[in-house]
């Protein structure tokens, strides 16, 4: 803080942007001022500081997705509600390996659907939570986007439509999805994401999405 101040001179006080005529303020005065410019100065850098961040996230939020069709099958179609982007997909696959959407933190979706194995398990049957045994085998999910009716019975429709089915499955995660919710929520980085992505909490509709 320049306050060495002769009677009839300008200074720059402060942050170098305020200047007083010295015979209009006491010195102490003078101090204060130039104080509450730097501080007002400081909060309005902050600001839009913060404003840059949330831009730039929201916007890589909305990156949208570009699809890499292998030669011989057609575009994909997308959910108008559920539109694709990069952070969406990274958040997907995130959920995807995650064992901690089992009850006892031990069965993820790569478990049944392993990419080592085809996107399935190699095995007769699945094996889900507390070692119990399905009664079937588990599909490959390679090109799912594609079927309309899913499962081996096709008793639910589009992939949305899957993926809450072997969450909730007692023998195979056995999550009731208000305890996923709730869990999931209490992880900082699934809710900064899910934010990120969808603009709010965890929910059971946004993690099937």
């Not at 030669?71 to 179609?77: I, N, S």
């Not at 809450?164 to 709730?182: A, F, S, T, Y």
Request: aromatic fraction near 8%; charge should be positive.
């Amino acid at each position: 803080m320049g306050l060495a101040l002769t009677r009839r001179r300008w200074r720059s006080v402060g942050c170098g942007s305020l200047i007083l005529r010295p015979h209009f303020v006491t010195g102490g005065a003078l101090a204060v001022a130039g104080m509450l410019r730097c501080q007002a100065f400081g909060a309005l850098v902050t600001v839009f500081i913060i404003c840059g961040i949330l831009l730039t996230t929201r916007i890589g939020a909305e990156e949208k997705f570009e699809h890499k069709i292998p030669l011989g099958l057609k575009r994909m179609k997308v959910p108008r509600d559920n539109s694709l982007s990069t952070a969406k997909i990274e958040l997907g696959k995130l959920l995807y390996f995650d064992p901690r959407l089992s009850r006892d933190n031990t069965i993820s979706c790569a478990s049944c659907h392993d990419p080592k194995q085809g996107w399935s398990n190699g095995a007769r049957f699945a094996t889900g939570v507390r070692g119990q045994v399905g009664g079937r085998s588990a599909p490959t999910i390679v090109n799912a986007a594609y079927q309309y009716f899913q499962f081996w019975d096709g008793r639910a429709t589009h992939v949305e439509g899957q993926a809450l089915g072997p969450i909730q499955n007692p023998i195979e995660m056995d999550m009731k999805l208000p305890e996923l919710v709730e869990k999931l929520n209490q992880i900082p980085g699934y809710r900064r994401r899910f934010q990120q992505v969808f603009g709010t909490d965890v929910t059971a509709d946004n993690i099937a999405k």
